[in-house]
């Protein structure tokens, strides 16, 4: 048995859930759009970083560690 569908879920532009992607019922009840695939984590993270560089007039210094 799946669970629910968080009730205040939404579709952000990003699909980092690999679980989701053969359940178009979930998919939809989140408005995840069929044509979006899954992104994995590291790639999301870069994407994220990518739209903040591109909107603020001076990036943040941001220290990460992968372990």
């Keep these: 048995m799946r669970p629910p569908t968080p009730p205040r879920a939404r579709w952000t ?5 690999p679980e ?3 359940e178009p019922v979930r998919r939809r009840a ?3 759009p069929e044509e ?3 992104v994995p984590n ?3 993270a870069l994407g994220l970083l990518d739209q903040l560089a591109t909107s603020l007039k001076r990036v943040p210094v941001i220290v990460a560690d992968a372990g």
């Design 30 to 32: 989140v408005g995840v």
């Design 13 to 17: 532009g990003r699909f980092s859930c």
């Design 36 to 38: 979006a695939s899954h």
């Design 42 to 44: 590291p790639r999301l």
């Design 20 to 22: 989701w992607a053969d």
